[in-house]
């Protein structure tokens, strides 16, 4: 069948599942969430951070450095959406004159800083890497792309980023932090505003807060209601949400918390989105890791349509999900999740017959590419979805739980 060759890490998950199922117990006697690092924003104060780093904060808001003159970092990744997309349409707006769009939801920056580089693990699963397909290697090399992205910030060449850094407020202390001639190697200027946004992104606490109220309750400092507490046995359980397989819900031994993602990467088979500009165009396909972004995995077509799994921490605040931004509430998101290949009508376009045409968002001979062995979307049309309504509720009350900030 389809899955014996297509789908992309089939011998690892087993084990992952079976984590799954110790882990409402385990995770309270790991003591997560008590470290240093789970102090929240209101200890720190930007005094605690690096030279380079307090640079990178004023960089990150600077809208200057836009060839809109309109738009920086934080006007795609807002504090107010955990460091996500604030926008209300799919995509941001973006490039020279705030006119142009790209294809991708902006993503929560926060909690990356336990992010690798991209590689494949020992058993061939790929992981790691920043962007939705994983090609940016570190924080840093990520920082360099959104002032050069046509449709972001859109500025012709490094030399025309450099300029305007030069002209910023802070000029001044850029020199002295990185040498009074900085500026006139405009290529060392830019990458070591790239270190300084770096530093910002894994120094502030704010990208790392571990202050929500899931972290207050497995500290032993807030209780769970029936619902949320439901919600939390049915997202470990290995034979009901499952999503601790992939969104690992066991504190790792580089963070003070569960991350809630092991930053690996599936394909789900999430519809297209039509509100997408892009794909007007029925030849466009968003190939995610095998796609035109990346050029190094195009021969691999078996990771064609695999996207990168994102941390669930603060995924209540944000107003779109998926790569794709094709759904607008949790509720459902996990009504796809355990309904997808249920009730495929619910969710795909239908054809000239009108049947519904399943994992429209792939060219139709890479659709065997989505997985449908591991739990919940293992089923088939007609069988019963692996939860009910109400249990979808309680799953929905259980990731509001994941947003930082929370006072008792
Ligand atoms: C116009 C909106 C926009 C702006 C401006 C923008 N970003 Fe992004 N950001 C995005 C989108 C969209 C993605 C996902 C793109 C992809 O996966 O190909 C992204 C991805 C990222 C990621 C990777 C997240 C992950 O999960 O790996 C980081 C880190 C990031 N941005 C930081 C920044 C920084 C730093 C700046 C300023 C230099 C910035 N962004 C400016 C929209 C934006
Ligand atoms: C086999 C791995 C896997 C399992 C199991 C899994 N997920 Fe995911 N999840 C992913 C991947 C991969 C994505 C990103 C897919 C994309 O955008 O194409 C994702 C995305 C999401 C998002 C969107 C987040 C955002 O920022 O856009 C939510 C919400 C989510 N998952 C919740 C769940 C819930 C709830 C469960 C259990 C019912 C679950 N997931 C089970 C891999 C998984």
Same mark, same amino acid.
């Given at each position: 069948?389809?899955?014996?060759?297509?789908?992309?890490?089939?011998?690892?998950?087993?084990?992952?599942?079976?984590?799954?199922?110790?882990?409402?117990?385990?995770?309270?006697?790991?003591?997560?969430?008590?470290?240093?690092?789970?102090?929240?924003?209101?200890?720190?104060?930007?005094?605690?951070?690096?030279?380079?780093?307090?640079?990178?904060?004023?960089?990150?808001?600077?809208?200057?450095?836009?060839?809109?003159?309109?738009?920086?970092?934080?006007?795609?990744?807002?504090?107010?959406?955990?460091?996500?997309?604030?926008?209300?349409?799919?995509?941001?707006?973006?490039?020279?004159?705030?006119?142009?769009?790209?294809?991708?939801?902006?993503?929560?920056?926060?909690?990356?800083?336990?992010?690798?580089?991209?590689?494949?693990?020992?058993?061939?699963?790929?992981?790691?890497?920043?962007?939705?397909?994983?090609?940016?290697?570190?924080?840093?090399?990520?920082?360099?792309?959104?002032?050069?992205?046509?449709?972001?910030?859109?500025?012709?060449?490094?030399?025309?980023?450099?300029?305007?850094?030069?002209?910023?407020?802070?000029?001044?202390?850029?020199?002295?932090?990185?040498?009074?001639?900085?500026?006139?190697?405009?290529?060392?200027?830019?990458?070591?505003?790239?270190?300084?946004?770096?530093?910002?992104?894994?120094?502030?606490?704010?990208?790392?807060?571990?202050?929500?109220?899931?972290?207050?309750?497995?500290?032993?400092?807030?209780?769970?209601?029936?619902?949320?507490?439901?919600?939390?046995?049915?997202?470990?359980?290995?034979?009901?949400?499952?999503?601790?397989?992939?969104?690992?819900?066991?504190?790792?031994?580089?963070?003070?918390?569960?991350?809630?993602?092991?930053?690996?990467?599936?394909?789900? &088979?999430?519809?297209?989105?039509?509100?997408? +500009?892009?794909? !007007? =165009?029925? #030849?466009? *396909?968003?190939?995610? %890791?095998?796609?035109?972004?990346?050029?190094?995995?195009?021969?691999?077509?078996?990771?064609?349509?695999?996207?990168?799994?994102?941390?669930?921490?603060?995924?209540?605040?944000?107003?779109?999900?998926?790569?794709?931004?094709?759904?607008?509430?949790?509720?459902?998101?996990?009504?796809?999740?355990?309904?997808?290949?249920?009730?495929?009508?619910?969710?795909?376009?239908?054809?000239?017959?009108?049947?519904?045409?399943?994992?429209?968002?792939?060219?139709?001979?890479?659709?065997?590419?989505?997985?449908?062995?591991?739990?919940?979307?293992?089923?088939?049309? &007609?069988?019963?979805?692996?939860?009910?309504? +109400?249990?979808? !509720? =309680?799953? #929905?009350? *259980?990731?509001?739980? %994941?947003?930082?900030?929370?006072?008792?």
């Amino acid at each position: 069948m389809a899955s014996s060759f297509s789908v992309p890490f089939p011998d690892q998950r087993p084990a992952r599942l079976a984590l799954g199922l110790i882990l409402a117990l385990g995770l309270a006697a790991c003591g997560g969430g008590g470290g240093a690092g789970s102090s929240p924003r209101s200890d720190a104060s930007a005094s605690e951070l690096s030279a380079a780093a307090q640079l990178g904060e004023r960089i990150f808001r600077d809208t200057s450095l836009s060839a809109s003159g309109r738009q920086a970092c934080i006007s795609c990744h807002d504090p107010a959406t955990g460091h996500a997309s604030p926008f209300d349409t799919p995509t941001a707006p973006g490039g020279p004159a705030m006119a142009d769009q790209g294809n991708r939801n902006p993503p929560s920056i926060r909690y990356l800083r336990f992010n690798t580089a991209f590689h494949f693990e020992s058993d061939g699963t790929p992981a790691g890497g920043f962007f939705w397909d994983g090609r940016a290697a570190s924080l840093r090399e990520q920082a360099r792309m959104p002032f050069l992205n046509p449709v972001e910030m859109a500025n012709p060449d490094i030399a025309a980023v450099v300029a305007k850094l030069a002209a910023a407020p802070y000029a001044a202390e850029f020199r002295q932090v990185f040498g009074d001639a900085i500026f006139s190697t405009p290529e060392d200027a830019f990458d070591r505003m790239a270190f300084a946004l770096e530093r910002y992104q894994l120094e502030d606490p704010e990208f790392a807060p571990f202050s929500s109220k899931y972290d207050a309750f497995v500290a032993g400092r807030a209780t769970l209601t029936a619902q949320e507490l439901n919600g939390l046995a049915l997202f470990n359980r290995g034979d009901k949400g499952n999503c601790a397989a992939c969104h690992s819900s066991t504190k790792p031994a580089n963070a003070p918390g569960a991350l809630f993602t092991d930053f690996t990467y599936d394909n789900l &088979g999430v519809p297209r989105n039509m509100a997408i +500009a892009a794909n !007007a =165009d029925p #030849a466009f *396909f968003d190939g995610g %890791l095998c796609g035109a972004t990346r050029t190094d995995l195009s021969a691999r077509t078996d990771l064609c349509g695999a996207f990168k799994v994102p941390s669930l921490r603060n995924v209540a605040l944000r107003k779109h999900f998926f790569h794709n931004s094709a759904f607008g509430s949790l509720e459902d998101v996990i009504r796809f999740y355990v309904r997808r290949d249920t009730d495929p009508q619910l969710w795909y376009a239908t054809d000239i017959l009108g049947n519904p045409v399943p994992y429209d968002d792939l060219p139709d001979t890479l659709r065997g590419n989505v997985n449908i062995t591991e739990v919940p979307y293992n089923r088939r049309p &007609g069988d019963t979805p692996a939860l009910d309504d +109400a249990e979808i !509720a =309680d799953l #929905a009350a *259980f990731l509001r739980t %994941l947003s930082d900030g929370y006072t008792p």
